[in-house]
């Protein structure tokens, strides 16, 4: 199967099904398809079709295609500023993060524009940032959100 085809299959699989695991997507291709695709595939794949692991509940994830451009370029500009990123860590119900000195307020306007709805509101100055949750729950999973590895 030619990668076009493929790619257009794929999309069209993750609009119709709710997959919480790339292993899924395999075994569904395999499965309706007839065709074995590595993990490693997929995932260029799906980055390609810019398909990402959103929440739906808590602790629940599933792949879907965001076609919100400005959610694309924010979490765009997020990756290149994470080198600017120092150290973060989840207190109660907020986000601290350290950034390289006048890093801050960039990195915070770019988290607003993702429009998550876990995030009640960010503070930026200098060189830290809090984002602000309604509980340890949000505040962690936002962290796991912006930092997954």
Known sequence: MKKEKRLSII??????????KK????DYM????GVYYSLTTISRDLQELEIYKIPVENKKYIYKK?????????KKQ????????????????????KTAPGFAQSISYYIDQLQMKEILGTIGGNDTLMILTSSNEKAEFVCYQLFPS
Do not use: R, W
């Open 66 to 74: 965001i076609n919100q451009k400005k959610q694309l370029s924010a």
């Open 23 to 26: 292993q899924q997507i395999v």
């Open 78 to 97: 997020l990756e290149i500023f994470s080198d600017e990123i120092i150290e973060f860590t989840t207190l109660s119900n907020y986000v601290l993060i």
């Open 11 to 20: 999309l069209t699989v993750i609009q119709q099904n709710q997959f919480n």
């Open 30 to 33: 395999a499965k309706h398809f």
